[in-house]
């Protein structure tokens, strides 16, 4: 069973950076995706930036694109988001996901979170 562990959030100005980490632990498929996702209060749960098969492939949603990077640390089996330019409307509670690779990435085990808040 995978468990994952993020660590990185805080505080910041508009403007900042702060960089996310995520650690997995456990049994991974071998085809395997990680991901981050993030909810701010009073919305719904948002998916951010999707890493597939240990970086072969990287994808954004529109509004970070240009402003985060995520990248895979292959032989510490972790997931990091470095978060540049950010942005008040980025604040959110933050969510590491992994899950097997299929067709589509296929989120099954989900962190406890970690909070960014970005102030004007």
């Known amino acids: 069973q995978v468990q994952l562990v993020e660590s990185g959030g805080g505080s910041v100005q508009a403007g900042g950076s702060l960089r996310l980490s995520c650690a997995a632990s456990?049994?991974?498929?071998?085809?395997?995706?990680k991901g981050w996702f993030r909810q701010a209060p009073g919305k719904g749960r948002e998916w951010v930036a999707g890493?597939?098969?240990?970086?072969?492939?990287?994808y954004y949603v529109d509004s970070v694109k240009g402003r985060f990077t995520i990248s895979q640390d292959n032989a510490k089996n972790t997931v990091h988001l470095q978060m540049n330019s950010l942005k008040p409307e980025d604040t959110a509670m933050y969510y590491c996901?992994?899950?097997?690779?299929?067709?589509?990435?296929?989120?099954?085990?989900w962190g406890q979170g970690t909070q960014v808040t970005v102030s004007s």
């Open positions: 890493i597939w098969n240990g970086g072969v492939g990287s």
């Open positions: 456990g049994n991974t498929n071998r085809r395997n995706c």
């Open positions: 996901a992994a899950g097997p690779l299929t067709t589509a990435c296929n989120y099954n085990t």
